[in-house]
């Protein structure tokens, strides 16, 4: 059985409530990421922020103005306002199956991945999309094999 813990990922970029929209934004552009876990001072799991939070966010209320004035709202606008506090969450040694289907279920695009309370990684749909590439790339070279 293939478990979270081979396709996630574990370098987790995470940031405090009391960070702003703004924060987010420079992180997310930083490490090229599109989901920041949301954890307190004792590194508890809170909530999420996505990259999709902060787009909706900025068409409905900063659309209508420049960059220098987005920066400025969006750096008082607190991620503890704004985030997401309802995730499903996932263990190291839950089912790759399963995993897929909580990621499909919810609609974040990413699933936090826990060792008991500890936040020690997060799986993304990029990384189920490299899973099937890998995979499609087995089965065409397999295909390619038994007709030879």
């Given amino acids: 059985m293939i478990t979270v813990k ?12 009391t960070d702003t929209v703004l924060d987010a934004r420079r992180l997310m552009v930083e490490k090229q990421i599109r989901h920041i876990p949301i954890v307190d001072i004792h590194n508890k799991f809170l909530g999420l922020i996505t990259k999709h939070d902060i787009l909706a966010l900025s068409v409905s209320t900063l659309s209508d103005i420049d ?12 991620l503890s306002e704004v985030m997401k506090t ?13 995993a897929g289907h909580f990621l499909l279920a919810q609609g ?3 699933l936090p991945v826990f060792d008991g309370e500890h936040l020690c990684g997060i799986l993304t749909e990029s990384d189920f999309v490299r899973l099937a590439v890998y995979l499609l790339e087995k089965m065409t070279h397999t295909e390619t094999d038994s007709h030879h």
């Fill in 67 to 78: 960059a220098v004035e987005r920066a400025e709202i969006e750096s008082t606008i607190l």
């Fill in 6 to 17: 081979e396709l996630m990922r574990d370098n987790v970029y995470s940031l405090r409530p």
């Fill in 86 to 98: 309802n995730v499903v969450v996932a263990e190291l040694d839950t089912n790759l199956l399963t």
């Fill in 108 to 110: 974040h695009g990413c």
